[in-house]
């Protein structure tokens, strides 16, 4: 921990260290992310390279690792679905705008009357959503069109079940477990790099009929675009202001729940509003460089902390290596598998769920048990921003009648004595 602000030399390069760690994580994601969202690879590290150092360099956290996170993917992959590539880089934009307004409102501190119901509601919701994204590839089903919506979703995946392929599923298998099995044996060596690294060179050592990002994408840039400025004219920002409401809404709930975990983990405390600021002009960049939204991913801000992390060099280091290894190496991307790209948001999407705070809710009032399964349910089948909506209305009706009734059976015992 840095104590009076005094960064030393020993300090700067655990910070350099944990940044170089955190990017060899963030690749596989950052790439993986992307895809899942409907955009092609590279733009996932171009929205971790410029929101990362954006967000690392004016955040109001000292460890917060910037990027796209799977929160963001069905929303995004709706987006894209509805209004094309140009629209997303438009919508995320509009909330970059939106999160700078927040933070100079500051509004930062409202994140505190968000109940845990719903946060946990729809982070679990939002997990399994981005698992049921990922079996399509995981299980190698010929569909040239999955729909957005949930329900469509699985009907699609039903009636495209007899062209699974059992190639693409036992290497994802395999994927899994390295995965899983990876980090008991060496926690330096991030599980994903390994799973990615054996299943690429398995595949197209043994010329495996495995679907790859090259198969997918047959154009792939390596180099940084040119920014640009969406159009914005009336028009479009009243055709986008709800998908750019809802990236904005989740972009600022997820950073500042990235925030709390952080401070409880360097025992610090972030600004807030400076975090809203920074987010904002992180998407802001993101979208000039045609990247997607980005938010605190928590995840890999806890490894930035785990690996010696404790100052902004860190993240703005992370954002650099990035940007190298996208300039150097973007080409052989071409050979990962896409169902190793699944089977790593699998487990994003299994660790991201909070099931353990799920399961105990479970066990609370009637009221906060009703808010949260509403809140997941919604989440899952319906609108993240139309779920929190719902879900706090239903919070705050649900806790005036218990006050009501709390306080009518009060007046009764007075009565009675």
Not at 11 to 38: F, R, T
């Amino acid at each position: 921990m840095i104590k009076n602000n005094e960064l030393t030399k020993e300090q700067i390069g655990k910070d350099v260290v944990s940044g170089i760690i955190v990017a060899i994580i963030a690749l596989p994601l950052s790439i993986a992310l992307a895809i899942s969202s409907g955009v092609s690879p590279e733009k996932g590290l171009i929205t971790a390279i410029f929101a990362g150092f954006v967000v690392s360099f004016l955040g109001g956290s000292k460890v917060q690792i910037g990027g796209p996170t799977g929160a963001f993917v069905v929303i995004v992959y709706g987006v894209v679905k509805t209004y094309g590539v140009t629209g997303l880089i438009t919508a995320t934009m509009m909330a970059g705008i939106i999160l700078v307004i927040m933070g100079l409102l500051r509004l930062g501190s409202l994140i505190k009357y968000v109940p845990q119901t719903i946060t946990v509601g729809f982070t679990s919701g939002i997990a399994v959503t981005l698992l049921t994204t990922q079996l399509k590839d995981f299980f190698g089903l010929q569909i040239q069109d999955v729909p957005a919506e949930f329900i469509e979703k699985i009907k699609s995946y039903i009636e495209h079940i007899s062209t699974f392929d059992i190639a693409s599923f036992i290497v994802g298998i395999a994927c899994i477990l390295i995965l899983v099995y990876w980090p008991k044996i060496n926690k330096k060596i991030p599980a994903s790099i390994i799973a990615l690294v054996l299943s690429t060179i398995v595949v197209n050592l043994f010329n495996l009929p495995v679907d790859t990002i090259g198969s997918r994408f047959t154009d792939i840039s390596s180099s940084v675009p040119k920014p640009q400025i969406p159009n914005m004219d009336l028009e479009t920002i009243t055709t986008l202001i709800k998908p750019a409401l809802t990236i904005a809404l989740l972009g600022a709930i997820e950073s500042l729940l990235s925030c709390v975990v952080s401070d409880n983990m360097i025992d610090d405390k972030h600004d807030s509003n400076m975090e809203l600021v920074a987010q904002g002009l992180g998407n802001i960049a993101s979208s000039l460089f045609g990247g997607i939204p980005a938010t605190g991913a928590i995840a890999r801000t806890a490894a930035n902390v785990k690996s010696g992390g404790r100052s902004p060099i860190a993240g703005m280091v992370h954002a650099i290596t990035l940007l190298l290894i996208m300039v150097i190496l973007m080409p052989m991307a071409k050979l990962i598998p896409m169902t190793t790209l699944a089977a790593i948001l699998i487990i994003v999407s299994y660790n991201m769920g909070e099931w353990s705070h799920f399961k105990e809710l479970l066990g609370s009032s009637k009221s906060d048990v009703i808010v949260l399964v509403v809140t997941f349910t919604f989440t899952v089948v319906f609108d993240l921003v139309f779920a929190i909506g719902v879900g706090m209305v239903l919070h705050y009706v649900l806790k005036f009648v218990n006050d009501r009734n709390e306080k009518s059976d009060s007046d009764d015992e007075l009565e009675v004595a």
